[in-house]
């Protein structure tokens, strides 16, 4: 208790959590409406590296209604290649025109051997792919001209000839660079159950010192294909974004705001299967209320915007 | 090739073009320096605002009606035309703009839909709206049209300029089949004072296209949008698209309220129902992330 009294001080002395949603077009209505309840928006960088003038304006014209931060989904930052730079000329670009307050990728590989994959994947943990991930983020950090944000992934199987675990892969990364981490809790909340570990554990595993900001989503649970045997096949939780959070995940934020004293960005990431804006507005609430619990209920109200 | 020495269609093609060529230009002109150096405006998301800098006053008071309909504070009764009035006194207190008061306030006695236009509380209401949007120079005052004269005027010259020279040419050369030409000019003039007295300015018409372009997505998704007024995304939609883009299933009362309206319909499809009630079902325009998940 004295430890949470002692976070919720240095919070309070810090800085404000804020709470925010993805931008995207489909919740565009909703998050205009409820603008005075969403911190900041999230946009995902890619969709608009080759955007014409007039779609650059407009999301300037968003960027001045609330803070912004950037989200990359292709640059394959913690790939064992050399990232191209005409990727990380892109993000510069657009950092340059939006002036974000952050911007963001993934410990993940996108392509190898000249083929994309068209998805997130783990790559092997190992010492190798350590130094590689370092190399791309500086360059990255270099070109963009401010160090990103790296987000863990979820994943289905345990990367192949890993020689690490997720929390010592992810910690050497983030020592290794200069970059923050972005917790993404129901990726951690999806490894963990998926491969036996307590989320908790995880989590308290990871370098919560660098976490800047966080991810929050749901998934759903799938049967692992490939079982010839006959035998019941084994449940894997799919990190998909278009169902609601769940309370373990929340609670996970709890325990992180318990545990830090930086301030946190939290995002509410939905990308189909649109509910009524409520109920997103009341996830962005939870979201809320897990952040002053973890921060100690003698915090002040504003301490959460 | 002096133009000056082509005659008959052949000059009226090429006045066609250069009174082409200066009403575009006029309007390049206005647009750029009116959108010059102008940072992107905050606090835009009132939808009655962005309805009257898309279309005045009574789209503003369209907008209203239609939302607090769709809210249930107003009732409509009866066939085309159909009678509106405020449900209760109680909905008063579910209100908080100006121009949302003034509606309820009009149809406390029964009226049809139209006669907000004519309320002189309902006008006064919008007043504000009027005042925000020249203040933010997005719709054009005396001071805006002042700015644009002298373009108007060299534009409006030029063309003049160019008209009485062939004019003074053929008269000399004894052909007096001028009829045509002098419509031609007369009607770029028209055309010039148009552009000239065009309400909304370059700053405004920008905005505007900002907001169409961030509601692309949804306006894609509207047949997924329900009455109910549960959140005001059918406000916004309609505000930035018009009435028309609202879908006619959800809001049939629009039909009768104001039937000229022709509807645009959306790409989303049948199989684009939204959510039930629960926070966590429904179906989707978007794509979600494929079945391999999103992992990040």
Redesign the interface.
């Known amino acids: 208790m004295a430890a949470g009294a002692a976070v919720a001080d240095r919070h309070s002395a810090g800085g404000i959590d804020r709470v925010g949603i993805g931008w995207r077009g489909e919740l565009a209505a909703g998050i205009f409406t409820h603008i005075e309840h969403i911190d900041l928006l999230e946009i995902i960088a890619d969709d608009h590296f080759r955007a014409p003038p007039r779609e650059l304006r407009a999301l300037a014209t968003l960027a001045a209604q609330t803070p912004i931060t950037l989200h990359g989904v292709s640059m394959g930052l913690a790939g064992s290649d050399i990232t191209e730079t005409r990727r990380m000329d892109n993000m510069a670009r657009l950092t340059d025109t939006l002036q974000p307050e952050s911007w963001s990728e993934h410990l993940a590989f996108v392509r190898g051997g000249g083929i994309e994959i068209g998805h997130l994947a783990a790559p092997p943990r190992t010492p190798h792919n350590i130094d590689a991930a370092i190399a791309n983020i500086e360059r990255a950090t270099r070109i963009v001209g401010r160090a990103p944000l790296m987000e863990n992934i979820a994943t289905l199987i345990d990367p192949p000839a890993s020689t690490l675990d997720e929390a010592e892969w992810v910690s050497a990364i983030i020592a290794g660079s200069r970059a923050g981490l972005l917790l993404d809790l129901q990726n951690l909340y999806a490894n963990a159950l998926n491969f036996g570990t307590e989320p908790a554990e995880l989590m308290l595993r990871l370098p919560l010192y660098r976490v800047q900001a966080v991810h929050l989503s749901g998934g759903k649970w799938i049967a692992e294909p490939g079982n010839a045997l006959g035998e019941k096949p084994r449940m894997r939780l799919l990190d998909d974004h278009v169902h609601d959070v769940p309370a373990e995940v929340f609670e996970l934020l709890e325990l992180l705001a318990s545990q830090v004293p930086q301030s946190l960005d939290v995002i509410l990431e939905r990308d189909g299967a649109y509910p009524q804006f409520t109920c997103l507005l009341a996830q962005l609430e939870a979201a809320r209320s897990a952040l002053r619990r973890g921060r100690g209920m003698a915090l002040p109200m504003r301490a959460v915007a | 090739m002096n133009p000056f020495q082509l005659t008959g269609f052949a000059f009226l093609g090429f006045y066609l073009l250069l009174g082409i060529a200066v009403l575009w230009s006029l309007h390049v002109w206005i647009r750029n320096s009116e959108t010059a150096g102008a940072?992107?405006?905050?606090?835009?998301?009132d939808p009655y605002l962005i309805a009257h800098l898309r279309a005045g006053e009574s789209e503003a008071l369209r907008v209203a009606t239609v939302a607090l309909l769709d809210r249930g504070l107003l009732k409509a009764e009866g066939v085309a035309p159909k009678t509106l009035s405020t449900k209760n006194m109680g909905a008063f207190a579910m209100v908080k703009r100006p121009i949302e008061k003034a509606i309820l306030n009009r149809y406390m006695t029964q009226g049809e839909a139209h006669d907000i236009f004519t309320d002189s509380g309902a006008k006064s209401a919008c007043e504000s709206y009027e005042k925000v949007l020249k203040d933010q120079r997005m719709i054009a005052d005396s001071g805006v049209y002042a700015k644009r004269l002298l373009p108007v005027a060299i534009a409006v010259g030029a063309l003049v300029a160019v008209t009485w020279t062939k004019v003074s040419i053929a008269f000399s050369q004894g052909r007096h089949n001028v009829g045509f030409l002098v419509f031609l000019t007369l009607v770029f003039a028209v055309l010039t004072l148009v552009v000239w007295r065009k309400r909304t300015t370059g700053r405004g018409d920008?905005?505007l296209?900002?907001?169409r372009?961030?509601?692309?997505?949804?306006k894609?998704?509207a047949k997924?949008l329900r009455a109910g007024g549960?959140?005001?995304?059918?406000a916004?939609?309609a505000a930035v698209f018009g009435l028309s883009a609202l879908p006619a299933a959800s809001f049939p009362f629009m039909d009768k309220l104001y039937p000229a309206k022709a509807r645009d319909g959306s790409s989303c499809g049948s199989s684009c129902s939204?959510?039930s009630?629960?926070?966590?079902?429904?179906?989707?325009?978007?794509?979600?992330?494929?079945g391999?998940?999103?992992?990040?």
Do not use: H, I, K, Y
């Open positions: 940072p992107p405006q905050q606090n835009f998301t920008a905005m296209g900002d907001l372009s961030l509601f692309a997505r949804l894609d998704r997924a549960q959140t005001n995304e059918a916004l939609l939204s959510s009630s629960s926070c966590s079902s429904g179906s989707s325009c978007g794509g979600g992330c494929g391999g998940g999103c992992g990040g």
